[in-house]
């Protein structure tokens, strides 16, 4: 059996990846796939909501497909398949629903993109822009992107990430291992908060620039045309050629980002998009200012002292008047405890003289 749905389906109505899925899983024909996303339903949503049960869905998707077989056996094959996908996209739809309250409670869990999905967003993306050099300095990581459509259902905007806050796939940042899912809780990826990595030099800041804008268009938020962001791309490494040092480029692509998203803070209608073209349009003088800036954040920089600890000096050489003032010393010192002991002896050395006299004295009367 086929598991993927090769249907020729008419140009801008080609239905979402998992309704063919569906489609393919119950074997529906051709013909009325065609029917079904000619007609409209082209999305889970759309065909979980043809009806409150399986009956009521499958009255409402006769009248889509038209023409019904008129074989009894076909027409009962065909309303059992067509009901099974109803039940199918309905379990979906709950199990997403669900999901997205609980990432709502919870802003630190993300909802992941499946596997398929995301494989099929990275091969749209190449099959559309086959000038570009894929490779894993550029590619959006797949966890950031995870983050950038949560915050964008939850908020309806695209927020301002730090430059050391949108990751590339040579991060080698992952959510929750994958793992076989027991509950709905194992189905959302898992980010305390947001990691941040190192961003050495120029061409790092460059990379992280172009898969956030590779991102955005995977994500349909907006188009890279040739004349805004893949302008925008090459101006900056124009920019990188003649100012390489990075903070140049940290400055640029701060002023530019931080515009966009206090305009639409000001106007919550605007769009990522349509703002970025403004921006780009109506503000060249960010790319003049930024070497003057730079200087004077320079000039202003304080001076970094060097931490580094002094080596502990030796105790210098006494010269030979230090020696001969510190002999003197010590003998004065003497000369002064010599003195204090004489003293103290002298007046014993009269008595015993005294002694010694009445001694002899009284021997000679006798």
């Known amino acids: 059996m086929a598991t993927l749905d090769v249907t020729v389906y008419a140009p801008g109505k080609v239905p979402a990846r998992e309704l063919s899925l569906y ?4 074997d529906l024909e051709p013909d009325i796939r065609k029917a079904l996303a000619d007609a409209g339903i082209r999305t889970i949503a759309l065909m979980a909501a043809m009806g409150a049960d399986e009956d009521k869905a499958l009255d409402n998707l006769k009248v889509v497909v038209g023409t019904w077989p008129t074989v009894a056996l076909d027409g009962i094959i065909l309303g059992c398949k067509l009901k099974a996908i109803h039940v199918d996209c309905k379990a979906t739809q709950k199990v997403q629903t669900e999901e ?114 590779y991102a955005l268009e995977m994500l349909g938020v907006m188009n890279l045309a040739k004349d805004t962001g893949f302008k925008y791309l090459k101006d900056l490494d124009n920019f990188a050629r003649r100012y390489p040092h990075m903070e140049y480029i940290v400055l640029i692509d701060r002023k530019i980002r931080t515009e966009i998203d206090e305009r639409i803070r000001d106007d919550a209608n605007l769009k990522w998009p349509e703002v970025f073209e403004a921006v780009l349009k109506e503000r060249p003088d960010f790319w003049a200012t930024v070497p003057c800036e730079v200087l004077n954040d320079r000039r202003l920089a304080p001076a970094v002292e060097d931490k580094t600890k002094r080596s502990r000096s030796t105790t210098p050489e006494k010269t030979t008047n230090q020696k001969k003032n510190a002999l003197a010393k010590e003998r004065k010192k003497l000369l002064k405890v010599q003195a204090a002991v004489a003293k103290q002896q002298a007046p014993q050395d009269g008595n015993l003289k005294r002694q010694l006299h009445v001694c002899v004295v009284s021997q000679a009367a006798n």
Do not use: C
């Open 23 to 26: 489609f393919v899983a119950h």
């Open 100 to 213: 997205q309250i609980k990432t709502m409670e919870d802003p630190e869990k993300v909802p992941g993109i499946k596997e398929p999905d995301w494989n099929q967003m990275v091969a749209t993306f190449k099959g559309n822009r086959p000038e570009i050099l894929w490779n894993d300095s550029i590619e959006p990581n797949r966890t950031f992107v995870e983050i950038i459509r949560r915050d964008h259902l939850k908020h309806g905007k695209i927020l301002n990430y730090n430059l050391n806050q949108l990751w590339v796939r040579a991060d080698g940042i992952v959510g929750k291992e994958q793992q076989l899912s027991k509950t709905l809780d194992d189905l959302l990826k898992v980010t305390s908060s947001f990691k941040t990595v190192a961003v050495p030099d120029a061409n790092s800041v460059l990379y992280r620039i172009r898969g956030f804008l």
